[in-house]
């Protein structure tokens, strides 16, 4: 099993920035394809970005790209999301997911263990 937790949410500004972090934890804790995603209030939860599990490859979604870098740190069983140049269609709920395997996926469905979530609010 696998656990993640989430931390790093907050208020931020025009142009502010936030980064995320996600621990995981566990006995299958290493090795693991990473992925965030949000959930804004009444929507879909969506794609924002992947790392696979030696950070050699990425993935952003497209709303994302330029602004928000993903990384990680295996020895920290780590996983970062720097994110720059926030705008308010950035406030949502944002959650760490992790799959075993080498592909790195841009679905929800193809990750098996979810954080809690931390929330990400947007202040004017």
């Known amino acids: 099993q696998v656990q993640l937790e989430e931390s790093g949410g907050g208020l931020v500004q025009a142009g502010g920035s936030l980064r995320l972090s996600c621990a995981a934890s566990g006995r299958s804790s290493s090795n693991l394809a990473m992925g965030w995603f949000r959930q804004a209030p009444g929507k879909e939860r969506e794609f924002v970005a992947a790392?696979?599990?030696?950070?050699?490859?990425?993935s952003y979604a497209d709303s994302v790209k330029g602004r928000f870098t993903i990384s990680r740190d295996n020895v920290k069983n780590t996983v970062y999301l720097r994110m720059n140049s926030l705008k308010p269609e950035d406030t949502a709920v944002y959650y760490c997911?992790?799959?075993?395997?080498?592909?790195?996926?841009?679905?929800?469905?193809?990750?098996?263990?979810w954080g809690q979530g931390t929330q990400v609010t947007f202040s004017s």
């Open positions: 790392i696979s599990w030696n950070g050699g490859y990425t």
């Open positions: 997911a992790a799959a075993h395997g080498p592909s790195v996926s841009r679905s929800s469905d193809g990750y098996n263990y």
